[in-house]
């Protein structure tokens, strides 16, 4: 009796949280289709033609309406989340990732995107009133507002505009000092080292094969060397390979033991702000222990790190990214 009311009591909270995750975006597809220039339709095409459909080399594709997407923020900051001053104070979201849940093939895909990618950026005064709009790095957008949800929202708007309206479901910021209870939870992370960086930490040795608890596992993706041209770009390659092994290790323990997942949350908790609440972290755990994820289903923006007047700027290739989205997002139209 005790047992299959806690059961149902769980089912119940699950479909709550679903419900909660799908009715979040305010838009409920890409703007793909302003992407490129249209292309012609076939008469019978045009007949049966349908909002939001795009054409592409041929084919035509529809938006995966059933995709769940969140924005995972790694934030330039130490200890535990605290609101700050309206102004520039909010900290910079280093670490940029689109975690993407295809509950149609049961698959995870996870986006990378350059911190330096050159988008449009919000620029607030500080009394938190909009000003205009820049090209700027991506990264700082998360720097105005008050370091909470309010820098949240602006750097997942920020994300959305750059990925064309985008539906974004969810967001964690998260501190990169938590990454150390992070990583630990899981029972570590392995890893080999792609460069050497055994100036930096003598455990750092290139080609070293390495299982990361602890600070190092902080330092590991967090370290990077701004004396040297490319070093986002260098770290970001760092952070594929360590979510890599991550989410590995993360399934491994969800098969274990499901309710690591939740104990995790509050864990984090104070060194993180997210839209994402403990009914819809229920529904999601499951998830990650039962959807395949492989190497291949990380991706990075492809483009161009170029020497600013100050910082290094990513420009990303406009038609290689229009195809990740299609592929990622879109499915063709039968």
């Known amino acids: 009796m005790i047992f299959g009311l806690l059961l149902a009591g769980s089912v119940i909270v699950r479909a709550i949280g679903k419900h909660r995750l799908y009715n979040k975006p305010v838009t409920t597809q890409p703007e793909l289709q302003t992407a490129?220039?249209?292309?012609?339709?076939?008469e019978a095409e045009s007949e049966k033609?349908?909002?939001?459909?795009?054409?592409?080399?041929?084919t035509i594709y529809e938006y995966n309406e059933e995709i769940l997407t969140f924005l995972i923020m790694g934030i330039d900051k130490q200890d535990d989340v605290e609101e700050v001053a309206e102004g520039t104070d909010g900290g910079q979201a280093d670490g940029l990732f689109l975690l993407v849940i295809n509950p149609k093939d049961k698959s995870i895909k996870v986006v990378g995107i350059n911190r330096n990618t050159m988008a449009d950026v919000d620029i607030y005064d500080n009394k938190g009133e909009y000003t205009s709009t820049v090209k700027a790095q991506l990264a700082i957008q998360h720097g105005f507002g008050n370091g909470m949800e309010e820098s949240c929202e602006y750097q997942k708007k920020a994300v959305e505009n750059l990925f064309?309206?985008?539906p974004i479901h969810g967001y964690a910021a998260v501190n990169m000092s938590a990454v150390a209870t992070i990583n630990d939870a899981v029972g570590g992370v392995d890893v080999t080292v792609p460069g050497d960086l055994a100036g930096f930490n003598e455990d750092f040795v290139e080609g070293r094969s390495l299982h990361l608890m602890g600070e190092n596992a902080f330092w590991y993706v967090k370290y990077r060397n701004t004396d040297v041209f490319g070093s986002a770009d260098m770290r970001l390659d760092r952070q594929k390979q360590y979510l890599n092994g991550f989410i590995d290790a993360a399934k491994q323990s969800v098969h274990k033991d499901a309710s690591v997942v939740i104990d995790l949350y509050q864990a984090v908790k104070p060194q993180m702000v997210t839209d994402v609440s403990l009914d819809e972290v229920a529904y999601l755990a499951p998830i990650l222990a039962d959807y395949r994820?492989?190497?291949?289903?990380?991706y990075t923006l492809q483009g161009e790190t170029v020497m600013g007047e100050q910082y290094e700027e990513f420009y990303p290739d406009e038609d290689a990214m229009f195809e990740m989205i299609l592929d990622i997002f879109y499915e063709k139209v039968q």
């Not at 994820?293 to 990380?298: G, K, L, P, R, V």
């Open 36 to 42: 490129v220039g249209e292309e012609i339709l076939t």
């Open 49 to 58: 033609w349908q909002e939001g459909w795009v054409k592409y080399q041929g």
């Open 164 to 166: 064309y309206q985008l």
């Open 293 to 298: 994820y492989d190497m291949d289903d990380f």
